[in-house]
C-alpha cells in the first residue's frame, strides 16, 4: 500500500514549540509466550541503565480504527481465561522519557521535564522507538512466535498553550489560538467559562482507500501560570507493511499529518510566539 505523499507542502519548523509530550506506539497480535518474566528479563537485559524505575499500570486496552462506512473506532475486547500480564512503564532517571510495554503493545514517551527543556525531535524517539521494537521483536522469536505481526502504529503529539506566553488572555479567545474557532459572541454573556473542540480527518492511501485518521482536540485549563489550551494530536493507521519498515513509516506519516496538521490548524499570531520558520 502506498500512501500519498506524507504533507503537499514543505513542513514547518518551530523554534519554541509548545509541545510538552509525544507518543509513538504500535499494537500488534499478542505474543501469547511473553509474560511478566520475559518481559522484566528483557528489561534488566536491554534498558535497565537508561530506564533504571519500574512502574506496573493496568493494561493498555487499544481501540482499533474502523473503516467501515459508519464506524470509526472498534475497542479491542479481549476474552483470555486467568491473569494476564500488566503493561509496564520504565522511565529515566530524569522522568522525562518512558518506555511502555505489554505483550500487544510498546510505546516510547517523551515528557518535558522543565519550562527550560527543548523540544524532543522525532528523529530521536523514532531511534528509541526502533531499537525497543528490535529488541522485543528478539524476544518474541526466541518464545517460539513466528513474527511479531504490527496492527495499528499510534502518534500523539499534546501541546501546552499558555496565556502567560501571550497572544491570548482568556478561554474566549481560542480564535486567537485555533484557526476553526469562533469569535467570541459579544452581548450579555461573559467570557467562556471552559472551551473544549474536536474534530477528525481521515487518511487515504495512494489507491484512495482509508487507512488511518487524525484525531484533534482543545481543552481548556489551569496550571501554575493560569489559563492554558491542551491542544491533543493523534494519529492512527494501518503500518504501512507487516515488518518494522512498515511501521516505522507508518510512524513517519503521523508524524508529518500531525505537524503539518498544527501548523494549518494554529494561528500566525501563535506562529510568531513559536518562532515558525520554514524547514530547510
Not at 44 to 64: A, G, K, M, W
Not at 209 to 215: A, I, N, Q
Not at 227 to 236: D, N, Q, Y
Request: proline fraction near 7%.
Amino acid at each position: 500500500m502506498t500512501p500519498h505523499a506524507f504533507w503537499p507542502v514543505p513542513l514547518a519548523d518551530f523554534e519554541r514549540p509548545p509541545v510538552t509530550e509525544t507518543v509513538l506506539g504500535v499494537h500488534f497480535a499478542p505474543v501469547r509466550a511473553i509474560e511478566s518474566a520475559q518481559i522484566i528479563e528483557l528489561w534488566q537485559r536491554e534498558f535497565r541503565d537508561r530506564f533504571p524505575h519500574v512502574e506496573e499500570r493496568d493494561r493498555h486496552l487499544p481501540s482499533i480504527e474502523s473503516f467501515v462506512p459508519g464506524a470509526t473506532m472498534t475497542p479491542r475486547i479481549e476474552f483470555r481465561r486467568g491473569p494476564q500480564s500488566p503493561r509496564y512503564w520504565f522511565r529515566s532517571e530524569a522522568g522525562d522519557q518512558l518506555v511502555q510495554l505489554q505483550n500487544d503493545w510498546m510505546a516510547f514517551n517523551w515528557r518535558k521535564s522543565a519550562p527550560e527543556v527543548g523540544y524532543h525531535h522525532f528523529g530521536e524517539g523514532a531511534a528509541q522507538f526502533e531499537v525497543m521494537y528490535r529488541a522485543f521483536e528478539a524476544l518474541a522469536s526466541a518464545t517460539g512466535a513466528r513474527s511479531m505481526e504490527p496492527l495499528q502504529v499510534e502518534v500523539t503529539y499534546i501541546n501546552q498553550i499558555r496565556a502567560a506566553d501571550g497572544g491570548w488572555s482568556n478561554y474566549d479567545d481560542l480564535h486567537k489560538v485555533l484557526e476553526r474557532a469562533a469569535h467570541a459572541v459579544s452581548g450579555h454573556l461573559p467570557p467562556a467559562e471552559s472551551q473544549t473542540v474536536a474534530l477528525q480527518y481521515l487518511a487515504h492511501d495512494g489507491e484512495g482507500k482509508p487507512f488511518g485518521r487524525l484525531y484533534v482536540t482543545v481543552e481548556s485549563g489551569l496550571d501554575e501560570t493560569g489559563p492554558v489550551f491542551v491542544l491533543t494530536l493523534t494519529f492512527r493507521a494501518r503500518p504501512l507493511g507487516a515488518d518494522l519498515a512498515g511501521v516505522m513509516a507508518a510512524l513517519d506519516f503521523g508524524h508529518h499529518w500531525i505537524v503539518g496538521g498544527f501548523d494549518e490548524l494554529t494561528t500566525e499570531t501563535m506562529h510568531a510566539i513559536w518562532g515558525r520558520k520554514e524547514r530547510t
